[in-house]
């Protein structure tokens, strides 16, 4: 288990990667004796041992500087930035304190609390042939407690060294089972009320059977009565969310800046991306967070991935990623989703903040501080969600409508709802939390297959409050109608899930938020869900009554009911295209002014999506129709940014 790794590796990314030797490696300068009995007296404890080992002081010297200027141990910046193998250092460090060093050889005891291990870099070996009793990965002031002890002698003889990636990966492959169980299943036994897989509960499928009665009978004795009872209530809905998209316009101003923070006051940052089927763009994915303006040895990058995902395992391996990067290979389990990966991911998070990015996203590069200075100047908020932007708005008719509706989405709605401080439907990613509260509300609900959504209702749920961040985040948009379509119906179904979610216990939603805001998030949730389904019905209906001369022989009921169903239609298109034309201005969407011309039918495109979302719903409700990333795109597109207005 003591092996020493003897190969050098030339070049390694994010800095010159070398591997350490029991000496000086061949090639290398030797420094005079003196020279390096001073350089060495320099250095943290947690690095000083290396220069033993053939580790030039020079680079020695760097981390340290760079580990006093961002206020982190020197072990922390040397593998941070690249400049050390993890397993050649931790070897090392098992050489200093005489310990064996673990590559996975003992199994780990079947009594291990994963998270507790993965959290504190301690795990409990099954009994082998070493004697082993346990395997530490330490970090920080652990490495320094460790090497006092060497210094007097007091170190257990039973104890082995491990690297952290390789601890971490061999508990989640020794107890894939229970890391499985808990990704899928941690929110359904907290609170089954709040998880999607269960669907309609016995009291929903109650009040559905009954309100089916209800209305059988009544269409069969008074089917005008029954009619404007349902048109009524879909007016209210419609209403509301008209209104609410209007007040959230008027409200949206500039979000708030803070403070810059100082490399030392920064907090580790944790950011985890899941990745399946993803193996044409983890590079480019890599190269963007690789520009993040971030103190390196403060970033904990988790690269979720599925098992049977060998492409994807792949490309990552040939990048050879430094140690601020963690390959977290999530186990064989149901449902596959991404909320799924993201609850493998959360327990070994090491900041007190955490980012979800997507494969195919380009963040700017100083969203982390920005990020950091907001939750630092404002302990009150828990999540900000950052801006998405279209950066293929020019390759098609569904693109550019799509970079439309996220710019009006991202710059003018969900500012001003949180503005308004009323619950915003999270995107899918660029959300930044405190990890507390985002543990606090449950993590993400493995069983909602448009878990954003879900989760912005949880927070509010939960009491915590949500705000928008100034950065962007580019990404690619479906540019072919098949491809959007497939998006679209999963996201609509899971804003039916989210919707069935959240109205099993309404008096209790309602106390948890308030009335104000319960009204405002049934509104937002209900008036996509229901907007999409009964909609066109509605305004068809009367279009053909208005048409066919039969409004003037209408009752004032049915009159009344006509006229309110044009004026919200009407708004309802003014409310999404003033907006739009506004956020094109801002974004500087590559795209004509026309095309605004085009809304009703990108609509009627949303309201097909939604009756397909309701049959896939009833067939298969927890499929994840994923979206493809890194396609050849037919033309350059012109870049996208946001300017003042």
Same mark, same amino acid.
């Given at each position: 288990?003591?092996?020493?790794?003897?190969?050098?590796?030339?070049?390694?990314?994010?800095?010159?990667?070398?591997?350490?030797?029991?000496?000086?490696?061949?090639?290398?300068?030797?420094?005079?004796?003196?020279?390096?009995?001073?350089?060495?007296?320099?250095?943290? /404890?947690?690095?000083?041992?290396?220069?033993?080992?053939?580790?030039?002081?020079?680079?020695?010297?760097?981390?340290?500087?760079?580990?006093?200027?961002?206020?982190?141990?020197?072990?922390?910046?040397?593998?941070?930035?690249?400049?050390?193998?993890?397993?050649?250092?931790?070897?090392?460090?098992?050489?200093?304190?005489?310990?064996?060093?673990?590559?996975?050889?003992?199994?780990?005891?079947?009594?291990?609390?994963?998270?507790?291990?993965?959290?504190?870099?301690?795990?409990?070996?099954?009994?082998?042939?070493?004697?082993?009793?346990?395997?530490?990965?330490?970090?920080?002031?652990?490495?320094?407690?460790?090497?006092?002890?060497?210094?007097?002698?007091?170190?257990?003889?039973?104890?082995?060294?491990?690297?952290?990636?390789?601890?971490?990966?061999? $508990?989640?492959?020794?107890?894939?089972?229970?890391?499985?169980?808990?990704?899928?299943?941690?929110?359904?036994?907290?609170? /089954?009320?709040?998880?999607?897989?269960?669907?309609?509960?016995?009291?929903?499928?109650?009040?559905?059977?009954?309100?089916?009665?209800?209305?059988?009978?009544?269409?069969?004795?008074? /089917?005008?009565?029954?009619?404007?009872?349902?048109?009524?209530?879909?007016?209210?809905?419609?209403?509301?969310?008209?209104?609410?998209?209007?007040?959230?316009?008027?409200?949206?101003?500039?979000?708030?800046?803070?403070?810059?923070?100082?490399?030392?006051?920064?907090?580790?940052?944790?950011?985890?991306?899941?990745?399946?089927?993803?193996?044409?763009?983890?590079?480019?994915?890599?190269?963007?967070?690789?520009?993040?303006?971030?103190?390196?040895?403060?970033?904990?990058?988790? $690269?979720?991935?599925?098992?049977?995902?060998?492409?994807?395992?792949?490309?990552?391996?040939?990048?050879?990623?430094?140690?601020?990067?963690?390959?977290?290979?999530?186990?064989?389990?149901?449902?596959?989703?991404?909320?799924?990966?993201?609850?493998?991911?959360?327990?070994?998070?090491?900041?007190?903040?955490?980012?979800?990015?997507?494969?195919?996203?380009?963040?700017?590069?100083?969203?982390?501080?920005?990020?950091?200075?907001?939750?630092?100047?404002?302990?009150?908020?828990?999540?900000?969600?950052?801006?998405?932007?279209?950066?293929?708005?020019?390759?098609?008719?569904?693109?550019?409508?799509?970079?439309?509706?996220?710019?009006?989405?991202?710059?003018?709605?969900?500012?001003?709802?949180?503005?308004?401080?009323?619950?915003?439907?999270?995107?899918?990613?660029?959300?930044?939390?405190?990890?507390?509260?985002?543990?606090?509300?449950?993590?993400?609900?493995?069983?909602?297959?448009?878990?954003?959504?879900?989760?912005?209702?949880?927070?509010?749920?939960?009491?915590?409050?949500?705000?928008?961040?100034?950065?962007?985040?580019?990404?690619?948009?479906?540019?072919?109608?098949?491809?959007?379509?497939?998006?679209?119906?999963?996201?609509?179904?899971?804003?039916?899930?989210?919707?069935?979610?959240?109205?099993?216990?309404? $008096?209790?939603?309602?106390?948890? $938020?308030?009335?104000?805001?319960?009204?405002?998030?049934?509104?937002?949730?209900?008036?996509?869900?229901?907007?999409?389904?009964?909609?066109?019905?509605?305004?068809?209906?009367?279009?053909?009554?208005?048409?066919?001369?039969?409004?003037?022989?209408?009752?004032?009921?049915?009159?009344?009911?006509?006229?309110?169903?044009?004026?919200?239609?009407?708004?309802?298109?003014?409310?999404?295209?003033?907006?739009?034309?506004?956020?094109?201005?801002?974004?500087?969407?590559?795209?004509?002014?026309?095309?605004?011309?085009?809304?009703?039918?990108?609509?009627?495109?949303?309201?097909?999506?939604?009756?397909?979302?309701?049959?896939?719903?009833?067939?298969? /409700?927890?499929?994840?129709?994923?979206?493809?990333?890194?396609?050849?795109?037919?033309?350059?597109?012109?870049?996208?940014?946001?300017?003042?207005?």
């Amino acid at each position: 288990m003591d092996d020493f790794p003897r190969q050098a590796a030339a070049g390694g990314r994010g800095g010159p990667q070398v591997h350490v030797f029991p000496g000086p490696p061949v090639g290398a300068r030797r420094e005079p004796a003196s020279g390096a009995a001073r350089a060495v007296s320099e250095f943290a /404890p947690e690095i000083a041992f290396l220069a033993a080992y053939g580790v030039a002081p020079g680079l020695l010297l760097r981390a340290s500087a760079a580990a006093e200027r961002d206020g982190v141990s020197a072990e922390q910046t040397l593998l941070g930035e690249g400049l050390l193998d993890e397993d050649s250092y931790y070897c090392a460090l098992a050489r200093r304190l005489r310990l064996p060093f673990y590559r996975g050889e003992a199994p780990i005891a079947a009594s291990v609390e994963i998270d507790a291990a993965i959290a504190c870099g301690v795990a409990p070996l099954a009994p082998n042939r070493a004697g082993l009793r346990a395997v530490a990965a330490p970090r920080a002031a652990a490495i320094r407690y460790l090497l006092d002890r060497a210094e007097a002698g007091a170190l257990p003889a039973h104890l082995a060294i491990a690297a952290p990636r390789m601890l971490a990966e061999r $508990l989640r492959v020794d107890a894939g089972a229970r890391v499985a169980e808990a990704a899928a299943g941690a929110l359904a036994r907290r609170d /089954p009320a709040l998880c999607a897989r269960s669907g309609l509960s016995l009291g929903q499928r109650v009040a559905v059977g009954v309100a089916a009665v209800v209305a059988l009978g009544a269409w069969a004795f008074a /089917p005008e009565a029954l009619e404007f009872a349902l048109s009524a209530a879909l007016w209210l809905i419609f209403a509301a969310g008209v209104a609410l998209r209007n007040l959230a316009v008027a409200a949206a101003g500039e979000a708030p800046s803070a403070p810059p923070l100082a490399a030392r006051e920064l907090p580790i940052y944790s950011v985890v991306a899941p990745l399946r089927g993803e193996e044409r763009v983890v590079a480019k994915l890599v190269r963007a967070l690789d520009a993040l303006d971030y103190p390196r040895a403060k970033l904990d990058v988790k $690269l979720v991935v599925e098992r049977d995902d060998a492409a994807t395992r792949r490309a990552l391996a040939a990048l050879d990623l430094p140690a601020r990067y963690e390959i977290v290979v999530a186990p064989p389990g149901l449902p596959a989703t991404k909320p799924r990966a993201l609850n493998v991911a959360l327990p070994a998070v090491r900041g007190a903040l955490v980012v979800v990015y997507d494969a195919e996203d380009d963040p700017d590069p100083d969203q982390l501080r920005l990020a950091a200075a907001r939750f630092a100047a404002d302990p009150g908020v828990d999540c900000l969600q950052a801006a998405l932007t279209v950066d293929n708005a020019a390759e098609s008719w569904i693109s550019a409508m799509f970079a439309i509706e996220y710019a009006t989405l991202f710059d003018l709605v969900n500012p001003g709802l949180a503005a308004l401080d009323l619950p915003i439907a999270l995107g899918g990613t660029s959300n930044h939390f405190r990890v507390e509260a985002l543990k606090r509300a449950g993590g993400w609900d493995a069983w909602n297959v448009t878990e954003d959504a879900d989760l912005g209702m949880r927070l509010a749920y939960a009491g915590a409050r949500v705000g928008v961040l100034a950065s962007s985040t580019r990404e690619e948009a479906p540019a072919e109608f098949g491809g959007w379509l497939r998006q679209r119906v999963r996201w609509q179904k899971g804003w039916m899930q989210t919707l069935i979610v959240h109205s099993r216990r309404p $008096l209790r939603f309602a106390r948890a $938020l308030g009335v104000a805001r319960a009204v405002a998030a049934l509104a937002l949730i209900g008036g996509s869900t229901l907007g999409g389904l009964f909609g066109p019905a509605l305004f068809f209906a009367a279009l053909w009554r208005a048409l066919s001369g039969q409004l003037a022989a209408a009752t004032a009921w049915r009159m009344t009911g006509d006229v309110a169903i044009f004026t919200l239609a009407a708004c309802g298109l003014m409310t999404m295209a003033i907006p739009g034309l506004a956020a094109m201005r801002r974004r500087r969407i590559a795209a004509p002014t026309i095309a605004l011309a085009t809304l009703p039918a990108y609509c009627a495109l949303i309201c097909v999506a939604t009756w397909a979302a309701l049959f896939d719903l009833a067939v298969r /409700p927890f499929y994840w129709a994923k979206t493809e990333h890194g396609r050849p795109r037919a033309r350059r597109p012109r870049p996208t940014a946001r300017v003042s207005v």
